[in-house]
């Protein structure tokens, strides 16, 4: 007999952590090896510390959707990165498969906080850096 699927709970503060792209924080609530019988898709909280930039990486063969929940992001894109999409609290985004790109906060004083889903998996391959110079109005903190 086939083992049944069940719904679970994710309680906070039991969250698992994730791959990482130069310091993003990426917490699972749900999705593969952390909760029990999911196989297609991730979900999970992202956040980003005032001025923080990711290095810059895709996500393989996944597609990612995500919705700022607090914040001013920014995602470069392009063969040198210097195309931008800006987004804040209530924007949703899309992110194709194998995309290269560098996720930034715009803020260097507040956090910001993405709810992100992957499907099949929380897939991150970071690429070679790129001096923050070449990041058209990016500041650190």
């Given amino acids: 007999m086939a083992e ?5 709970v994710t309680p906070k503060g039991a969250e ?3 791959a990482l792209s130069g310091g993003c924080i990426r917490v699972t609530g749900v999705g ?3 909760t029990a019988g999911t196989t297609k898709i991730w979900f999970g909280k992202v956040s980003n510390e005032p001025g923080y930039r990711s290095l ?3 996500h393989g063969d996944a597609e990612t959707g995500g919705y700022v929940l607090k914040g001013k992001g920014r995602i470069y894109f392009g063969e040198t990165y210097s195309e931008f999409l800006d987004m804040e609290e209530g924007d949703f985004v899309f992110v194709p498969p194998n995309w290269p790109h560098i996720e930034v906060n715009m803020s260097t004083t507040e956090e910001l906080i993405w709810l992100t889903t992957r499907t099949p998996d929380n897939i991150v391959v970071n690429l070679p850096d ?3 110079s070449t990041l058209v109005g990016y500041r650190k903190a």
């Fill in 4 to 8: 049944q699927v069940k719904a679970v």
């Fill in 56 to 58: 810059p990486h895709h």
């Fill in 130 to 132: 790129v001096d923050d």
């Fill in 16 to 18: 698992f952590s994730t």
């Fill in 32 to 34: 593969p090896g952390a």
